[in-house]
């Protein structure tokens, strides 16, 4: 048999949800933005003494560096996609960056909720009205950012039946969660500078990075469970027992084993192993499973029972 007689029977490992090019090119100009801003807080803060807008500044320091990741991803699994090395392509390396970002976010988090904590044991004489345009400047930015990036980093479509189906981009999602992590360190170092000019409630500021850190490091807990829970392959309880249903719902089949992950968003592999009396050809179960169509890569073994 001829190598090109064998296209009908290969397939592509290209699994993608078909955004990953303007999610890349959304996230290079955040990448831009955040660091530019990010060279002036920083700058204003040794300046104007603010330790609000000093620690603004090398928050966004590290989400530009977690924001260059994402970016470096969608450019990496872009141009490795076809690469045979890759057994089910490179859309798992988006939920990588995706871990990567969070665990970034969690010490970011944590580092904020330690110096915030220090910071109630002293009082700092900070240039208030020098250092609040700067601040706004920043949560200017970081809104700016939100808006490109555009979402959470999931979307979704119905199938016939009228069901919603979820599709994560785990990288976007991180991306996502560090400029908005960014937006509410600037809401309360903004708050907690306008506090101490009108009121000189110079503890407001410790006690708001604390409550910041905190939610923050909610967030990073929530992607690190979504993105970590495929990179070690773990299934999806809803989806398995579709697949069982389809499989068991027809003549006497059941499945005898069956494994189930997902290779990148919206996109899962199946290989299912089934018994029964009446074996039919490998077409007849695929049909069944058409109707599970998050499946994009499926191997289907089939075992007569002569019991």
């Known amino acids: 048999m001829h190598a090109e007689n064998l296209d009908r029977w290969s397939h592509s490992h290209r699994f993608e949800t078909g955004g990953e090019g303007a999610a890349e090119r959304r ?38 560096g977690a924001l260059g990741i994402a970016a470096f991803a969608y450019s990496y699994a872009r141009r490795h996609a076809n690469d045979p090395r890759f057994a089910f392509g490179t859309g798992k390396v988006g939920s990588l960056a995706g871990f990567a970002s969070a665990v970034a976010l969690a010490m970011v988090a944590a580092l904020l909720i330690w110096e915030s904590a220090t910071r109630l044991t002293s009082v700092q004489v900070i240039g208030f009205d020098e250092a609040l345009p700067i ?5 200017l930015t970081n809104l700016a950012s939100v808006a490109i990036l555009g979402g959470h980093g999931h979307t979704a479509d119905h199938d016939e039946h009228g069901h919603g189906h979820h599709h994560h981009d785990h990288n976007l999602r991180g ?35 604390i409550a910041g850190g905190t939610v923050i490091l909610v967030w990073a807990y929530g992607l690190m469970r979504q993105a970590g829970g495929t990179l070690i392959d773990m299934t999806d309880a ?9 499989i068991e719902g027809d003549a006497d089949n059941k499945v005898a084993d069956l494994h ?14 089934l018994v029964t009396h009446h074996p039919r050809d490998l077409e007849h179960y695929r049909a069944l499973l058409a109707p599970v169509h998050e499946i994009s890569h499926l191997t289907v073994e089939v075992q007569s029972c002569q019991e």
Do not use: C
């Open 27 to 64: 996230t290079r100009i955040v990448v831009i933005l955040t660091f530019v801003v990010m060279i002036v807080e920083i700058a204003a803060g040794l300046a104007f003494n603010s330790m609000a807008l000093l620690a603004d500044g090398w928050h966004m320091a590290t989400h530009a």
């Open 238 to 246: 809803g989806l398995r027992q579709e697949v069982v249903d389809a």
């Open 175 to 209: 991306a996502y969660l560090h400029v908005v992590a960014d937006a509410l360190t600037s809401v309360t170092a903004i708050a907690a500078l306008l506090l101490g000019k009108y009121f000189g409630w110079w503890w407001v500021d410790p006690l708001m990075g």
């Open 135 to 139: 601040a706004v400047l920043g949560l």
């Open 260 to 273: 189930l992950w997902r290779v990148g968003p919206g996109h899962w592999s199946a290989i299912v192993s």
